[in-house]
């Protein structure tokens, strides 16, 4: 746990959602189980295996000390704690109690100039996924590069969630984004998302099984950006090893000429080949072009393991 609290010693006050400490890239020998994020101003402490009192207390205390160092004065420090052991993971569960201070309600914070409602209390997904970051700066490169064009960028993203994509998309000058995901929920935070940003025109909701609407998807086509950044196992509405296909098969006909497609994977147990190797088979009239590179705060001990966002590109004309 050391290596967490010498992150903690030494970091700036973040003003930006983040991520602070890295342990589960296994590069922090003893402090494997943790991880701790910025969503300003609250702090959030993750633990993938079960944590003692002392712990906690010792970790909180190393917070007190660093934000009266670094906070403005006056401003009280607050963390939420979630504990994501092995068997409430197996669950889909965990457990989130908040250690200190408050959670603003809403609670809204920023990344690259952009503005996101985030909520730390509940669930394991936060709204907005800090591993992402770069994810998100090449969509905003790739759509200010195109804001130019004759017709304008069109971008579909799917498994949109709560539509970071489609912000910064937008944001850069992209003509219009259609978001597809199954969740209403996702979605109408979404939706929220775009308000928080000014941005009332050039964005489509649909709160649809993927694979239940091809019709209407393919129909507001062909895109000039595909976003694909599905979950790695969802019972019941995607497994990655069996259903990534089914997405990759359509990539062909979605894309314009030129047309590039941004494919996503966070599954520690599959590697960068899997989605190569099917490319390869599955569509392979789009040529590979990069890896993306995660932020670096989230370096992990075998690149393999770590989040996959794979650019592929469709022939020109």
Same mark, same amino acid.
């Given at each position: 746990?050391?290596?967490? /609290? %010498?992150?903690?010693?030494?970091? $700036?006050? $973040?003003?930006?959602?983040?991520?602070?400490?890295?342990?589960? *890239?296994?590069?922090? @020998?003893?402090?494997?189980?943790?991880?701790? %994020?910025?969503?300003? $101003?609250?702090?959030?402490?993750? !633990?993938?295996?079960?944590?003692?009192?002392?712990d906690?207390?010792?970790?909180?205390?190393?917070?007190?000390?660093?934000?009266?160092?670094?906070?403005?004065?006056?401003?009280?420090?607050?963390?939420?704690?979630?504990?994501?052991g092995?068997?409430?993971?197996? &669950?889909?569960?965990? &457990?989130?109690?908040?250690?200190?201070?408050?959670?603003? %309600?809403p609670?809204?914070?920023? =990344?690259?100039?952009?503005?996101?409602?985030?909520?730390?209390?509940? *669930?394991?997904?936060?709204?907005l996924?800090?591993?992402?970051? =770069?994810?998100?700066?090449?969509?905003?490169?790739?759509?200010?590069?195109?804001?130019?064009?004759?017709?304008?960028?069109?971008?579909?993203? /799917?498994?949109?969630?709560?539509?970071?994509?489609?912000?910064?998309?937008?944001?850069a000058?992209?003509?219009?984004?259609?978001?597809?995901?199954?969740?209403?929920?996702?979605?109408?935070?979404g939706?929220?998302?775009?308000?928080?940003?000014?941005? +009332?025109?050039?964005?489509?909701?649909?709160?649809?099984?993927?694979?239940? !609407?091809?019709?209407?998807? +393919?129909? !507001?086509?062909?895109?000039?950006?595909?976003i694909?950044?599905? @979950? !790695?196992?969802?019972?019941?509405?995607?497994?990655?090893? #069996?259903?990534?296909?089914r997405?990759?098969?359509?990539?062909?006909?979605?894309?314009?000429?030129? *047309?590039?497609?941004?494919?996503c994977?966070?599954?520690?147990?599959?590697?960068? *080949?899997?989605?190569?190797?099917?490319?390869? =088979? /599955?569509?392979?009239? /789009?040529?590979?072009? =990069?890896?993306?590179?995660n932020?670096?705060?989230?370096? %992990?001990v075998?690149?393999?393991?770590?989040? #996959?966002?794979?650019?592929?590109?469709? @022939?020109?004309?």
């Amino acid at each position: 746990m050391q290596a967490l /609290l %010498d992150a903690i010693a030494a970091m $700036p006050l $973040p003003v930006e959602a983040q991520r602070v400490f890295h342990g589960r *890239g296994g590069l922090h @020998p003893g402090s494997e189980q943790w991880s701790l %994020d910025a969503y300003p $101003p609250v702090f959030v402490l993750t !633990s993938f295996a079960p944590a003692t009192d002392e712990d906690l207390a010792a970790i909180g205390a190393a917070l007190e000390a660093r934000c009266a160092q670094i906070a403005p004065a006056g401003e009280p420090l607050s963390w939420v704690f979630q504990h994501r052991g092995e068997a409430l993971r197996m &669950e889909g569960r965990s &457990e989130t109690r908040l250690m200190a201070g408050a959670v603003p %309600d809403p609670h809204i914070v920023t =990344e690259a100039g952009a503005r996101y409602r985030v909520h730390v209390l509940r *669930g394991q997904n936060h709204g907005l996924f800090l591993d992402m970051a =770069e994810g998100r700066r090449w969509v905003r490169s790739f759509a200010a590069a195109r804001s130019t064009d004759r017709y304008g960028l069109k971008v579909l993203n /799917l498994f949109a969630y709560t539509c970071a994509f489609s912000v910064v998309a937008l944001q850069a000058g992209a003509r219009h984004v259609v978001n597809v995901d199954m969740s209403h929920g996702a979605i109408g935070v979404g939706q929220q998302n775009h308000q928080l940003n000014g941005i +009332t025109t050039g964005a489509a909701f649909l709160p649809h099984d993927i694979f239940s !609407s091809w019709g209407k998807i +393919t129909r !507001s086509g062909p895109y000039g950006l595909v976003i694909v950044d599905p @979950p !790695s196992y969802q019972k019941g509405s995607f497994v990655a090893t #069996k259903d990534y296909a089914r997405l990759m098969r359509r990539l062909p006909d979605l894309l314009a000429p030129g *047309g590039h497609a941004l494919l996503c994977l966070n599954a520690p147990e599959l590697g960068v *080949g899997f989605l190569q190797e099917q490319m390869q =088979e /599955l569509a392979p009239e /789009l040529h590979f072009v =990069e890896r993306v590179a995660n932020p670096a705060v989230f370096a %992990d001990v075998d690149p393999e393991r770590a989040l #996959k966002v794979l650019v592929y590109a469709a @022939p020109n004309l």
